[in-house]
Structures are given as C-alpha cells and as structure tokens.
C-alpha cells in the first residue's frame, strides 16, 4: 500500500534553516511527483510547491521562492523539503503528498511534520 | 493567482442531512478541481478530483460537481465520520490554491 512517512517534529530559532523528510513506499517513486503543503496553527492549507521525483524539476510558491528547495532521492524513495532563513510565522506543520502530474490533485498524504519556529 | 472562496465558512448540521459546500474560482478552471477532507491532527483525506471523480476508496455518499468557476460538494447524507472541515483545491494553473475552508459541525 502507498505510504508516505515524514521525519519528526523540528524547533528551529529565527534565521535557521530546516529540512524535512518524505519517505514513500508502496508504489514507483519516479512515476510520480511529490507536493508540499503547509499548515500554519488553526489556518488553512498553502501549496508550497511541486517535485518531479523523475528528474527533479520544481515548481515553488512565488511567496517562498528563493528560501524553499525540494529535492528527491530515487535510491531511497525520500523527498526533502529545505526552508531557510525561518520566521515565526513558518511555525506550521508540513505535510507531502504524492501527486501524479504537475497539473494534479494530491492522492495520498504524509502524516504531518510540526515546525516551530521559537527564540 | 486564481482564488477560491468557499461558502458556507461554517455549517451547522445532523446526521443524516444532506450537506453542499460551494467552492468559487476568480478565474475559470474548467473542471480541475479537488475536494479534500481533513480532520484534527490528521493530514487532509483527498475526496474527490477533476471536479466530480472519487478518489479510491471514498464513499458514494460524496459527489462533486460544476464547472468554470462555481463547483460543489455535496454529501447525501451526513454520517458521524464526516464532520471536519472540507478545502477545495484549483489544479488549473500555478500557483496551486486552495479555498480557505468549510468546517461541517454537529447540531
């Protein structure tokens, strides 16, 4: 069965950078791409971007652009979400879905990875 | 950027009514749009996608529709697991935006 698992919970202080982990299973990781979304707490959903798990292409949020990198690793099936120089309000949980096109809706979700952003 | 606004924010409703959320676009979409269901703590629960195509696994119960720029959700009749709140997502062009949510509570 198609999982998604995602790393665990992260406190950053302001200016510093997290990176966050996706690890699929259950289905041909470079078939598909790989979307990120976040969640600030008690908000709605925000698109981050979008990963091409084939070859590597991205699409980032323009609001994001230039502190976000989403990479992938085929050998081990693991998405990564890098976000920089963090402020308090990246404080969110951070969710990756699988996604069969650029132009697609997600069909299967990681469970969520809490991002605190904290002095 | 296309924005999506969702009526109603909040719904009020018991089991076994029947529920339709209404999901705008400031632009038109076609029919790339999806419906996701999330509830406390969890990761949203995709529903629906290309408007009115049940994602494996999902109840019948559940049907979308539309076109253009005014889409719905309706659920047929409301079961005890369905209360949460409901997005709505356009795939039609970048950025990818999602409404700003409808949560469905229990009278």
């Known amino acids: 069965q198609v999982q998604l698992v995602q790393s665990g919970a992260e406190v950053r202080k302001p200016g510093a950078s997290v990176k966050v982990s996706c690890k699929a299973s259950?289905?041909?990781?470079?078939?598909?791409?790989i979307t990120w979304v976040r969640q600030a707490p008690g908000q709605g959903l925000e698109w981050m971007g979008w990963?091409?798990?084939?070859?590597?292409?991205?699409d980032y949020a323009q609001i994001l652009q230039g502190r976000v990198t989403m990479t992938t690793d085929s050998s081990t099936s693991t998405a990564y979400m890098e976000l920089t120089s963090l402020r308090s309000d990246d404080t969110a949980v951070f969710f990756c879905a699988r996604t069969p096109s650029r132009l697609g809706a997600t069909d299967y979700w990681g469970q969520g990875t809490l991002v605190t952003v904290s002095s | 950027d296309i924005q999506l606004t969702q009526s109603p924010s909040f719904l009020s409703a018991s089991v076994g009514d029947r529920v339709t959320i209404t999901c705008r676009a400031s632009?038109?979409?076609?029919?790339?749009l999806a419906w996701y269901q999330q509830k406390p703590g969890k990761a949203p629960n995709p529903l629906i996608y290309a408007t009115s195509t049940l994602q494996s696994g999902v109840s019948s119960r559940f049907s979308g529709s539309g076109s253009g720029t005014e889409f719905t959700l309706t659920i047929s009749s409301l079961q005890p697991e369905d209360f949460a709140t409901y997005y709505c997502q356009q795939v039609h062009s970048y950025p990818l935006t999602f409404g700003p949510g409808t949560k469905v509570d229990i009278k």
């Open positions: 259950g289905y041909r990781f470079t078939s598909y791409g």
């Open positions: 990963i091409n798990a084939y070859n590597g292409n991205t």
């Open positions: 632009q038109g979409i076609s029919t790339y």
